[in-house]
């Protein structure tokens, strides 16, 4: 038994505000690493130099669209005639949040396909499928937005078809990319991982960067899953599952600097403790300046930037 839209869209609006103080903590908390010098007490703000800024544009960026969503949908609940408009497509409430959701999920996507490109050295080739996918996505999306603007659930038409096989192809594109960045990360730094393993004596702290890219992405990639299933069988439930997808990404993307952070300060501590102790967390790949048959691993201190990050 299926739930009538505006039940379905009720319950993704609390499911959507449940979901949105978590995100906020999470905000605060990738702000407060980001901004701050936690290396040792006390604890102070970080210079203009050392702050990442391309990181930090897109925590907010992310926070602002987001809230702009549940303000969004906060106002279509409370509404007295939504009972009448639930059922247009083509409202204008509809259509804002539809573009407010696309641009969340193509952001985030183009963040992931920056972070692949840095770990795989900068070549274009190995990012070359996860930017067809990303143009095909835009261009899915601005097609879906166009023939929903046409489209109602109280007549439907062939517009609407072509609408909901749109959104399929732009979720499918989108469940796609996120696979590929995330295993190609993860496999990335776990290589780099195998390396510093073999030369050191215990665990290298990099096989927490490992999980921490595959927990990040599991949880963005679930929720897109869902959305995804749900535009396939053309159920309510897309109201749901769309809700907390957008918030979930904003979620992933800040634990991962908070995870980073935290692990940052702890490799810190233990290096300070032990006498000649060398502190290594991140991995830059690049090509070396002299010709050889294979690429070096340039190991760098973890104070001087965080994993899956690049200071602009």
């Known amino acids: 038994m299926s739930l009538r839209p505006d039940a379905s869209r009720t319950g993704g609006m609390i499911l959507q505000a449940f979901l949105y103080g978590l995100y906020v903590v999470s905000v605060f908390q990738a702000l407060s690493t980001l901004l701050r010098d936690h290396s040792k007490p006390p604890c102070r703000w970080k210079k203009r130099s050392d702050i990442h800024w391309l990181t930090l544009s897109v925590c907010l960026l992310l926070w602002a669209n987001g809230t702009l969503n549940v303000c969004l949908g906060l106002v279509r609940t409370l509404r007295v005639d939504r009972i009448f408009e639930e059922e247009e497509l083509s409202g204008w409430l509809n259509l804002i949040r539809g573009s407010n959701c696309s641009l969340q999920i193509l952001l985030a996507d183009g963040i992931l396909i920056y972070r692949a490109w840095v770990v795989t050295s900068r070549d274009l080739r190995f990012i070359a499928l996860p930017l067809f996918l990303w143009a095909a996505g835009l261009a899915s999306c601005i097609t879906g937005l166009v023939f929903q603007a046409r489209s109602s659930l109280l007549m439907p038409s062939r517009n609407l ?35 510093a393993s073999s030369n050191r004596v215990g665990r290298s702290p990099l096989f927490s960067v490992v999980v921490i890219t595959i927990e990040s ?22 109201f749901t599952t769309t809700a907390a997808d957008i918030i979930m990404i904003g979620i992933a993307f800040n634990l991962i600097i ?29 090509y070396p300046d002299h010709p050889r048959s294979h690429r070096n691993f340039e190991m760098e201190p973890i104070a001087e930037r965080p994993p899956l990050y690049e200071k602009k």
């Not at 499918?172 to 496999?187: D, E, G, K, R």
């Not at 959305?227 to 396939?232: D, E, G, H, K, N």
């Open 217 to 238: 992405g599991l949880l963005y990639t679930i929720t897109s899953i869902f959305a995804c299933v749900s535009t396939i069988t053309k159920s309510d439930s897309i």
């Open 161 to 195: 078809i072509i609408m909901y096989d749109v959104w399929t192809v732009f979720w499918t594109v989108t469940v796609a990319l996120n696979i590929y960045c995330t295993s190609l990360i993860a496999y990335r730094v776990w290589k780099a991982y195998r390396m």
């Open 258 to 286: 908070i995870c980073v952070g935290q692990r940052r300060v702890v490799e810190r501590d233990k290096s300070g403790s032990q006498p000649g102790g060398v502190m290594v967390t991140t991995i830059r790949f690049e």
